[in-house]
């Protein structure tokens, strides 16, 4: 057996995204809702990844410059204030996806605006299969793996159920996809 391993130009890339992760409790109870929906309607594919809105889709980036995504993300953020986010009830990309509803505001679209930018003019990040999707935050509870007839249970008992949150954004998280699942490798701090 050959133990001199040759890695593919593919094995050179890892997965990457950057995202909002909200505080506790609301954390907690987003990720209660994505168990619920694993339990319930057997769509567990929300939990390979924290609570999160995303704000640039996923990506390829080299492993061994990683620490300078990190460098320019942080001093990109560096320069951005802090907002608020509001959750309000629930909504659907149907017939696959049920998520928290998050309420677009200038803030909101204007940082998720200035990232895409930054990220295609600084990174040379270009996701051209979501270039022609607007913006629309959202947490999501279950997608992928709930199927047509789950779904329309599932939305039967969500669509008019209440949430209404708000928290502070102070810090923006740069998640991996590690083995299974997604996970938070740098967080940056708002102004």
């Keep these: 057996m050959n133990s001199n391993v040759i890695e593919s130009p593919r094995n050179k890339f890892e997965r990457y995204f950057v995202a909002i992760i909200p505080p506790m409790p609301i954390y907690e109870e987003v990720d209660k809702l994505k168990r619920y929906f694993r339990d319930h309607y057997k769509s567990g594919a929300a939990l390979n990844s924290p609570p999160h809105i995303t704000l640039h889709m996923p990506f390829e980036w080299k492993k061994e410059k990683e620490a300078l995504l990190c460098s320019k993300l942080e001093a990109f953020f560096a320069t951005e204030n802090k907002f608020n986010v509001e959750l309000f009830g629930f909504s659907c990309f149907a017939p696959k996806t049920?998520?928290?509803?998050?309420?677009?505001?200038?803030?909101?679209?204007?940082?998720?605006?200035?990232?895409?930018?930054?990220?295609?003019?600084?990174?040379?990040?270009?996701?051209?299969?979501?270039?022609?999707?607007?913006?629309?935050?959202?947490?999501?509870?279950?997608?992928?793996?709930?199927?047509?007839?789950?779904?329309?249970?599932?939305?039967?008992?969500?669509?008019?159920?209440?949430?209404?949150?708000?928290?502070?954004?102070?810090?923006?998280?740069?998640?991996?996809?590690?083995?299974?699942?997604?996970?938070?490798?740098?967080?940056?701090?708002?102004?």
């Excluded at 199927?147 to 008019?160: H, L, P, Q």
Aim: with cysteine; net charge positive; glycine share 2%.
């Design 98 to 191: 049920i998520f928290v509803n998050v309420v677009k505001t200038e803030s909101l679209e204007n940082l998720e605006k200035e990232l895409h930018m930054f990220c295609k003019t600084n990174l040379n990040l270009f996701n051209a299969r979501y270039k022609d999707l607007p913006f629309h935050p959202h947490m999501t509870v279950a997608f992928r793996d709930l199927s047509k007839t789950m779904f329309a249970g599932a939305w039967n008992e969500f669509k008019d159920k209440r949430v209404a949150e708000k928290f502070d954004v102070a810090q923006i998280a740069l998640l991996k996809f590690g083995e299974k699942i997604w996970e938070p490798v740098c967080y940056f701090s708002l102004n």
